[in-house]
């Protein structure tokens, strides 16, 4: 597993598709994951391109505690794509959505975003020191369009 900033050196409005895509011509036809969670996942048919996705990567779906999204539930677009066996990710690029278990910590991106721009201050247990500075030092997520 790999973090990559080519979103924060691309600078400006960012769309995970083309993110894949340049992701994808350096790798080739290597396996991709894109890790998301429950959350982000019920939402992606609202993301950009997003049905592009699947070409681009498998999506891996962090299950998170509490989560309105199970992995019994799969949302009817998904249902053809679901896969459980990891041999199927590592055996091709790309196109299967793969449910798994988190230890139960039930943050969320999505909910810190909406808290930081309600002025609120994240505990140090939902966010590292460095990352609350760094989105501090940069005003980020401070209105209420998130």
Avoid: K
Wanted: glycine content about 4%.
């Amino acid at each position: 597993m790999a973090a990559d900033d080519r979103e924060i050196r691309r600078g400006g409005v960012s769309y995970t598709v083309p993110t894949l895509e340049s992701l994808r011509v350096e790798i080739g036809a290597q396996p991709l994951c894109l890790l998301v969670g429950s959350d982000a996942f019920a939402s992606l048919p609202t993301w950009h391109r997003w049905q592009q996705l699947f070409a681009l990567a498998h999506i891996v779906v962090m299950e998170r505690p509490g989560s309105p999204l199970a992995a019994t539930r799969v949302l009817p677009w998904a249902l053809e794509r679901l896969s459980s066996d990891i041999t199927e990710i590592a055996d091709s690029p790309a196109g299967r959505v793969l449910f798994v278990p988190v230890t139960p910590l039930d943050i969320s991106a999505t909910r810190l975003r909406a808290a930081i721009a309600r002025g609120e201050t994240p505990s140090p247990d939902e966010l590292p020191a460095a990352a609350w500075a760094y989105i501090n030092e940069h005003h980020l997520f401070r209105s209420t369009a998130i």
